[in-house]
């Protein structure tokens, strides 16, 4: 069974400063793995998509990288903003069963103007 | 519509009632999910429509819940005599797999801004 972890559960940092969330995953058998934003209240928002045979994907601050044979996912926030502040949440597509999502509990970052 | 939708954003509702609740996909997307967010539980898989097959139903906790997807686009999730235990923040998400030539791993999961369940 997948299982999938965030590391730290919470994390507050000062404005500006460069970050990394962390998500680790004990089958690497995967499709891909997507990195979502949730606001308080909210629902997910996509922030990026690692196919299994690629290495990292980039989208203006945020790079994501993926290192599937240790079973690892890095989420890296550049020049963070009090804009920046939710939950970051991991999940991945196994390459077994139905096309779900398994998800992380999550990490709760808190920038601070 | 540009994005899922979700009806209603909340509901509350006595226990032992029944709830619905509602989900538009977007539009072209051939896969619906159904996910459910409580505190203890984080995020978790609930029902997986895809195409015309027959759904996975591998994620509902118990028989006193259903889904339906109607003509392939909408779907409505049921809860029969809701239990207190239900409340929780229900969300759907579509994606476009089942496309011919879509590669697995390029399948992204869209999701709606969720319904909260309260059930008193």
Redesign the interface.
């Known amino acids: 069974k997948q299982e999938v972890t965030q590391i730290p559960a919470a994390l507050s940092v000062p404005e500006g400063e460069n970050l990394v969330l962390n998500c680790s995953f004990t089958d690497s058998a995967i499709y891909n793995l997507q990195w979502f934003r949730q606001d308080p209240g909210k629902g997910l928002t996509s922030l990026l998509l690692i196919q299994s045979s690629q290495r990292e994907q980039t989208s203006g601050r945020l790079n994501a990288s993926l290192d599937k044979s240790s079973g690892r996912s890095t989420l890296y926030i550049a020049a963070s903003q009090p804009g920046d502040s939710a939950t970051y949440l991991c999940a991945v597509i196994s390459n077994f069963g139905n096309e779900k999502l398994t998800f992380g509990t999550g990490t709760r970052l808190t920038i601070i103007p | 519509g540009a994005g ?1 939708s ?1 009806s209603p954003s909340n509901k509350v509702t006595e226990k032992g009632k029944d709830v619905e609740l509602r989900c538009d996909p977007i539009s072209g997307h051939t ?1 619906l ?1 159904w ?1 459910r967010q409580s505190l203890g539980q ?4 609930l029902i ?1 429509f ?1 195409g015309n097959s027959a759904p ?1 139903k ?2 509902l906790p118990s028989d006193r819940f259903s889904a339906e997807r109607t003509g392939g686009s909408v779907s409505t999730l049921t809860i029969q005599r809701t239990q207190q235990e239900d409340s929780a923040v229900y ?1 759907c ?1 579509s ?1 476009v ?1 089942g496309r011919q030539g879509l ?12 319904t ?1 369940l309260t059930v008193l």
């Open positions: 899922v979700q896969a999910y996910y984080g995020l978790e898989f997986y895809q996975d591998s994620g969300l998400a994606s797999r590669p697995l791993g390029t399948i992204e999961q869209f999701f709606g801004p969720g909260r």
